[in-house]
């Protein structure tokens, strides 16, 4: 009987993480919360606390200054007082003064010089996952291959942001991958969750018409090798895209009589997510499947 009552505080938990993801842009109070998660908000804030390992006051402040740090260092046009106004703060000093507690660096150093290591800190959660994805529209598709420009990440995780910061920088510069004209992709060459953090892999990528050139950020030319594959269109953070990985292989493969291939699952990004609200992310996701003639 333990286990079912577990799942259950926790779904009501991820409508909480949910909600609060889903309205950053508004005051987000106890009471509406405790609505959400359907508790007494009288025994809100303990429980909360008990679950996340933060006060649900200080938790939704993080989760503005996530959103707030990344667009200081992806959309460098953005005013820092438009950054902090649209975070909930009266202020830039007071937008400073909590930046600075958060991450031990200004807004401007951070803009200029990020240390993502300590920052991918401050989003490690006690229980902070979602509920898995019990149900998703899966098609099999074929696939072309594909030329891409690839930056191949090796390390933490929580170092990714570096590594796509580097990527943009170099699509800026060069101009070979744009954006408005080409896909954006990663490949996933392990998962986070049961990887040592200095032997994960992940390659963020572009797609390109010809080899990329010799260039000090690194970038290299990679082809995604085209053929069948099962796809999904995940919606939602990507922060939580793993729910939708594992039911690939934890249900869908096993009852769909489909055999894999040898290649990574892969992403392609709709949408970017310093520019759209974490909810709102659009992934499909590419399960590489065997030719069925083999």
């Not at 939602?236 to 594992?246: C, E, N, T, W």
């Not at 992934?283 to 083999?294: C, E, G, H, N, Q």
Request: charged fraction near 25%; proline fraction near 7%.
């Amino acid at each position: 009987m333990t286990k079912p009552k577990s799942q259950a505080y926790a779904r009501r938990f991820n409508r909480v993480l949910d909600y609060i993801d889903s309205h950053l842009d508004e005051p987000v109070t106890v009471e509406v919360l405790s609505a959400v998660a359907n508790f007494s908000k009288f025994h809100f804030h303990r429980q909360f606390s008990d679950y996340i390992g933060l006060p649900v006051g200080r938790y939704v402040q993080l989760m503005k200054l996530r959103r707030a740090s990344q667009r200081l260092v992806f959309n460098p046009d953005a005013r820092i007082i438009d950054i902090a106004l649209d975070a909930g703060f009266d202020s830039p000093e007071a937008f400073a003064r909590a930046f600075k507690a958060a991450f031990d660096q200004t807004p401007s150093d951070f803009r200029k010089a990020p240390q993502w290591g300590a920052w991918s800190l401050r989003y490690q959660f006690q229980n902070h996952h979602r509920e898995g994805i019990t149900e998703m529209d899966v098609q099999i598709v074929t696939e072309p291959d594909m030329l891409v420009a690839a930056l191949e990440h090796k390390g933490s995780p929580g170092l990714l942001p570096a590594a796509v910061q580097q990527f943009i920088g170099w699509r800026r510069e060069t101009g070979l991958s744009p954006v408005t004209a080409s896909k954006t992709l990663g490949i996933a060459y392990h998962d986070p969750d049961l990887t040592p953090p200095d032997e994960f892999r992940f390659d963020i990528c572009g797609t390109v018409a010809t080899a990329v050139p010799d260039n000090p950020q690194g970038i290299v030319t990679k082809t995604i090798p085209g053929g069948r594959c099962a796809m999904a269109h995940y919606v939602g953070s990507r922060d939580h895209i793993g729910r939708a990985v594992y039911y690939l292989y934890r249900s869908w493969l096993p009852m769909s009589g489909e055999e894999l291939r040898d290649f990574s699952v892969y992403f392609e990004y709709l949408n970017l997510d310093h520019e759209t609200p974490a909810p709102d992310h659009e992934t499909r996701i590419y399960l590489p499947l065997a030719d069925r003639s083999v």
